[in-house]
């Protein structure tokens, strides 16, 4: 977790010893607030004062985050704002919540964050709602093929009040779970190093039999499985040394996740394919949050709404400063620095693409999981209902100019 702040200076070992004295979320979270050179006294005195600020009062509820592979230099590149949140929580309940941030995979991973939190050994988790699928399958709803026509669309529906009909309502009731906030991307496939001397890709039928690792999503491997791109379910984890070795071709992920994972080195084209929703959430479990006074309950919320619209202006920063998800790309950007080629399909090619596996034209191979879904929604038609609340806001909407909205409130 420390690896940002080890140098010839500062050993792993003087790092932990801070934490071993002020914890490890103080440590984390004062140290990840500095800008400027990085000594160890600044660390330790960032820590101390963190740590006297969250310990200033007595905590009513002490909360355990499991953020999967998260941690203060990734949440960089990646801002899915968890610690924002942390901060903001504690800070907004005078210390009367205490959160205790664990990443790097040290107590659970993307695949089973939600079992976890659902068998109460962590409270509140961060994770891919698509990985979180596999274990929680109503997050399934998300995933219809091009329901979502642009990352600002998904930003729209997270603040929007029928999001809690339609999506968050039937979460709690099958699942047990409050969702939070969330990263809003769009899935592509990631070719690995075997297409590194290979022409850009810029239709459709080039993927057209290319092996690609899959999430847990269900719905995701239907829209896979149209595109003929042979969806292959492989860990995460696994997923770089897959695309190093050339075992698969690609993965269907999108460009942030490639590099705060560390893969953009084994990346060779990011085909911005956006075939269905990338959401890398945060949620927490529902009978701890209803376990919590009214007054804390409306705080947890506020500071999710805090995190999102964080969250909304960051993460498209982040796109074209850090990751280097445009073209022309930025020149020190991860992809740039690697030679990863960022290629945005035309949009007569993603029409292309949705004739051959969306439900509004191939229906068949969706009614399966669409009545299964809505059935677990009570009814209601999901992939309808989502896919016009998406469209509500003009196609060529930009991601900054959404309005937040209390999603809650109507």
Known sequence: MFNKFVSQS?????????????????????????????TLSRIAEAANSTYEKRFSTPAKHTLKFGASGFNEKNLLIERAGCLEFVRDLEERTDGAIRIEFIGNNQICGQLNCVKKTQQGIVDIFAASTQNTAGGAPYYNVLDYAYMFPTRASEYYFLYHPESERIFREPLRQKHELQFLFSVCQLRGIQLGLKWSDKPDVTTIEELFGTKNRVTGTQLGRIAMTLLQLNPSPIAWEETLDGLKQGLIDGAETWSSAVAYANMAPVVSQVIDLRFFAGFEHTAMSLPVFESLEGNLQDDVMESAYFTQALIQGAHEAALVNTVGHSVPQLPNTIFAKNNVRFIPLSDEERLKAAKLCAPEYVPEPWEEWRERINGWAGGIDTYTEIHRIAREIPADTLVENVEPRRWWKS
């Open 10 to 38: 500062i050993s792993r070992r003087d790092l932990f010893r801070v934490a071993s004295r002020y914890g490890l979320s103080s440590t984390l979270l004062g140290a990840a607030a500095l800008t400027g050179p990085l």
